[in-house]
């Protein structure tokens, strides 16, 4: 069983930064894809940016390029979201999931994803 867990969460000001972890359980953790997705209140969960099993490729959702970046570190079995100039739009629970071996599914695309954090929140004030 594989288990997530997310932290770093806050209230922060517009314009300020933040930085979420997502520790992982399991040996496999370096075989697979890591996303992080977020959810505001009243809206569908949608993607932030994924990562691949290696590190070596990253993928961002338009509203956040630029301002975030994903990273992991498989030694530790955590992946991180760097969060810089953050929008009070940015305010949002924070999930990571790991993406699903050998999906159909596009990294951007909740279905790939097999297992999910609880999630984070994040608040940004203007």
């Known amino acids: 069983q594989v288990q997530l867990v997310e932290s770093g969460g806050g209230l922060v000001q517009a314009g300020g930064s933040l930085r979420l972890s997502c520790a992982a359980s399991?040996?496999?953790?370096?075989?697979?894809?890591m996303g992080w997705f977020r959810q505001a209140p009243g809206k569908e969960r949608e993607f932030v940016a994924a990562?691949?099993?290696?590190?070596?490729?990253?993928y961002y959702a338009d509203s956040v390029k630029g301002r975030f970046t994903i990273s992991r570190d498989n030694a530790e079995n955590t992946v991180y979201l760097q969060m810089n100039s953050l929008k009070p739009e940015d305010t949002a629970v924070y999930y990571c999931?790991?993406?699903?071996?050998?999906?159909?599914?596009?990294?951007?695309?909740?279905?790939?994803?097999?297992?999910w954090g609880q999630g984070t929140q994040v608040t940004v004030s203007s």
């Open positions: 999931a790991r993406y699903r071996s050998g999906s159909r599914w596009s990294l951007e695309d909740l279905p790939g994803y097999d297992y």
């Open positions: 399991g040996r496999t953790f370096s075989s697979y894809a």
């Open positions: 990562i691949s099993w290696s590190g070596g490729s990253t």
